[in-house]
């Protein structure tokens, strides 16, 4: 395995790490994306730990940061942040091809690097596959359930109803605030249901190979393994999409028995695909 | 800035080389030594924009990763004190190299901070030495790790294994590790080299500690009280990022100044 500095672009260049191994096994290339404002190292190290468990395996990889995150400098543009970030990336995917001849991207990011992943593998038929954590994810009726299921015997949760029915503020979630579902948990802005589902049905289509893995750091909207599916009902799956819950993981990751077992799955979906 | 691999090849280290805004010939590096383990990644965003304000008063800069954290060669488990000291030696050569600057002032933060106090009582050329949150032995390090896990309470990222392994935020310290930091001490360094010092807290009762260790050992040493955080290991879902530019404002003011 050997680690190299990448620069993509002239002006101010993006900067990464890309992960050679060996001898390569695989004709994919995984490029690992920002989560929020981390750099490419990524929350618990855990993009470095990927990356090189992939070279062990024979496969090529990138960690880079988007302009004005971690070791790359802002840019001047007029598009949007989030489009500057789909646009990066396949600058990325650009300089890789071109320098390394590779033709097929897997995407793989948390969070807002789950977004990112999913707004690009809809646009550009290099990218094969997306291993996202805690993509867009949406209450249904079953979350309603088992959250409020539980809660109609408990006690205290009935007394906590009523005083913020009778208006005194006390900290915790409100029924109102369940319907008014603009953010998630982590402030992040969540576009429509049907959207969302309207994209896996475009990354499907292109026998796109979806990983999804949801911690328990979204249980203010996903409680169930099956949830995942119910939610995008119209989704031809087929057997393009591998889920897996981690319930009781935290959304960064700091245990490492799930540090382990994520950079495991990832890397055993990879060479499924690649 | 510009990123590169420097040190030895079987083990390289990843530091990134921020060249001063003049155009003219400074003579001015700066290295900046990071913390270790999760204070690293709550770091990396001030550490960048501190090395940037160098910059702009005519400092190279040069921040990198130790063994075992970041980009670098090794895993977390595996590091030792000894080894981050040497890699502090190595990444000053590296400045001086890429800056052709020989006097280097090194600025170090919580373990960083007592790493880079024992290559600047070491070497002469170390002209300035600023101590963030500094340490005055690696056991207080270890201690606030573990006073963190019994308040918070054990969890499955919070713990201490089987083997004597330390897990917290995500980052493990094995057994070995823990005891070379615990075993090292700034009363053990003996001040060959006597840079001027800088000491910065946000902690009131380390004011007194501090003064105490260093009126005796360096003569031109400062104490600054800085408000801003002071525990370290408390995180929130999204990694505790920490900006503290009051900090890194006093840092540079200081720089710049002497």
């Given at each position: 395995?050997?680690?190299?500095?990448?620069?993509?672009?002239?002006?101010?260049?993006?900067?990464?790490?890309?992960?050679?191994?060996?001898r390569?096994?695989?004709?994919?290339?995984?490029?690992i994306?920002?989560?929020?404002?981390?750099?490419?190292?990524?929350?618990?190290?855990?993009?470095?730990?990927?990356?090189?468990?992939?070279?062990?395996?024979?496969?090529?990889?990138?960690?880079?940061?988007?302009?004005?995150?971690?070791?790359?400098?802002?840019?001047?543009?007029?598009?949007s942040?989030?489009?500057?970030?789909?646009?990066e990336?396949?600058?990325?995917m650009?300089?890789?091809?071109?320098?390394?001849?590779?033709?097929?991207f897997?995407?793989?990011?948390?969070c807002?690097?789950?977004h990112?992943?999913?707004?690009?593998?809809q646009?550009?038929?290099?990218?094969?596959?997306?291993?996202?954590?805690?993509?867009?994810?949406?209450?249904?009726?079953?979350?309603?359930?088992?959250?409020?299921?539980?809660?109609?015997?408990?006690?205290?949760?009935?007394?906590?109803?009523?005083?913020?029915?009778?208006?005194?503020?006390?900290?915790?979630?409100?029924?109102?605030?369940?319907?008014?579902?603009?953010?998630?948990?982590?402030?992040?802005?969540?576009?429509?249901?049907?959207?969302?589902?309207?994209?896996?049905?475009?990354?499907?289509?292109?026998?796109?190979?979806?990983?999804?893995?949801?911690?328990?750091?979204?249980?203010?909207?996903?409680?169930?393994?099956?949830?995942?599916?119910?939610?995008?009902?119209?989704?031809?799956?087929?057997?393009?999409?591998?889920?897996?819950?981690l319930?009781?993981?935290?959304?960064?990751?700091?245990?490492?028995?799930?540090?382990?077992?994520?950079?495991?799955?990832?890397?055993?979906?990879?060479?499924?695909?690649? | 800035?510009?990123?590169?691999?420097?040190?030895?090849?079987?083990?390289?280290?990843?530091?990134?080389?921020?060249?001063?805004?003049?155009?003219?010939?400074?003579?001015?590096?700066?290295?900046?030594?990071?913390?270790?383990?999760?204070?690293?990644?709550?770091?990396?965003?001030?550490?960048?924009?501190?090395?940037?304000?160098?910059?702009?008063?005519?400092?190279?800069?040069?921040?990198?990763?130790?063994?075992?954290?970041?980009?670098?060669?090794?895993?977390?488990?595996?590091?030792?004190?000894?080894?981050?000291?040497?890699?502090?030696?190595?990444?000053?050569?590296?400045?001086?190299?890429?800056?052709?600057?020989?006097?280097?002032?090194?600025?170090?933060?919580?373990?960083?901070?007592?790493?880079?106090?024992?290559?600047?009582?070491?070497?002469?050329?170390?002209?300035?030495?600023?101590?963030?949150?500094?340490?005055?032995?690696?056991?207080?390090?270890?201690?606030?790790?573990?006073?963190?896990?019994?308040?918070?309470?054990?969890?499955?990222?919070?713990?201490?294994?089987?083997?004597?392994?330390?897990n917290?935020?995500?980052?493990?310290?094995?057994?070995?590790?823990?005891?070379?930091?615990?075993?090292?001490?700034?009363?053990?360094?003996?001040?060959?080299?006597?840079?001027?010092?800088?000491?910065?807290?946000?902690?009131?009762?380390?004011?007194?500690?501090?003064?105490?260790?260093?009126?005796?050992?360096?003569?031109?040493?400062?104490?600054?009280?800085?408000?801003?955080?002071?525990?370290?290991?408390?995180?929130?879902?999204?990694?505790?990022?920490?900006?503290p530019?009051?900090?890194?404002?006093?840092?540079?003011?200081?720089?710049?100044?002497?």
């Amino acid at each position: 395995m050997r680690e190299k500095i990448l620069k993509v672009g002239q002006i101010t260049p993006l900067h990464g790490i890309i992960t050679c191994p060996e001898r390569s096994r695989s004709e994919v290339c995984v490029l690992i994306l920002n989560s929020g404002l981390m750099h490419h190292v990524g929350t618990s190290r855990i993009s470095v730990m990927l990356a090189r468990k992939l070279a062990e395996n024979g496969v090529l990889s990138v960690r880079f940061d988007f302009s004005g995150i971690g070791d790359s400098l802002p840019r001047r543009t007029k598009t949007s942040s989030a489009m500057n970030t789909q646009l990066e990336t396949i600058e990325v995917m650009d300089e890789i091809q071109s320098s390394y001849g590779v033709k097929s991207f897997v995407l793989y990011g948390l969070c807002s690097g789950a977004h990112v992943s999913f707004a690009v593998a809809q646009k550009d038929d290099r990218v094969t596959g997306i291993a996202q954590i805690d993509p867009y994810l949406y209450r249904n009726h079953g979350w309603f359930l088992r959250h409020y299921g539980c809660r109609l015997l408990d006690l205290n949760s009935w007394l906590g109803f009523f005083r913020r029915f009778i208006g005194k503020k006390q900290d915790g979630e409100s029924i109102l605030d369940h319907l008014v579902e603009t953010l998630d948990g982590n402030g992040r802005e969540i576009p429509p249901q049907q959207d969302v589902e309207r994209g896996y049905q475009i990354i499907t289509s292109k026998n796109c190979k979806v990983l999804v893995i949801v911690t328990g750091g979204q249980a203010y909207t996903f409680n169930h393994r099956k949830q995942f599916r119910n939610i995008f009902p119209n989704v031809p799956w087929q057997d393009n999409l591998e889920f897996h819950y981690l319930s009781e993981a935290e959304h960064v990751i700091p245990e490492p028995e799930y540090q382990k077992e994520v950079v495991t799955i990832i890397d055993k979906w990879v060479t499924k695909i690649g | 800035m510009e990123p590169l691999y420097f040190g030895e090849s079987s083990s390289p280290l990843y530091g990134v080389y921020h060249a001063p805004n003049t155009k003219v010939y400074s003579e001015r590096a700066v290295l900046l030594c990071y913390p270790g383990g999760h204070e690293y990644m709550r770091i990396h965003r001030a550490y960048r924009q501190l090395a940037s304000q160098l910059n702009k008063i005519g400092c190279h800069a040069f921040r990198f990763d130790y063994f075992g954290e970041g980009d670098s060669a090794g895993n977390h488990h595996e590091i030792k004190m000894e080894r981050w000291v040497a890699d502090v030696h190595s990444a000053v050569k590296e400045l001086q190299a890429i800056s052709s600057v020989r006097y280097v002032d090194i600025i170090g933060l919580r373990l960083g901070a007592l790493v880079a106090a024992k290559v600047a009582s070491e070497l002469k050329h170390i002209k300035r030495l600023v101590l963030w949150e500094p340490m005055l032995s690696g056991q207080q390090f270890v201690d606030e790790m573990k006073d963190h896990i019994v308040k918070s309470g054990v969890s499955k990222s919070n713990f201490i294994d089987n083997q004597q392994s330390l897990n917290l935020n995500g980052y493990c310290f094995s057994e070995e590790s823990l005891q070379t930091i615990a075993g090292f001490r700034m009363d053990d360094f003996e001040w060959k080299n006597k840079p001027k010092v800088l000491s910065l807290t946000a902690r009131e009762e380390l004011i007194q500690p501090i003064n105490k260790h260093f009126e005796s050992k360096i003569t031109n040493h400062k104490m600054l009280f800085v408000p801003g955080l002071t525990d370290w290991n408390a995180l929130d879902a999204i990694g505790g990022l920490f900006l503290p530019m009051d900090s890194v404002n006093a840092i540079c003011s200081w720089i710049e100044t002497n």
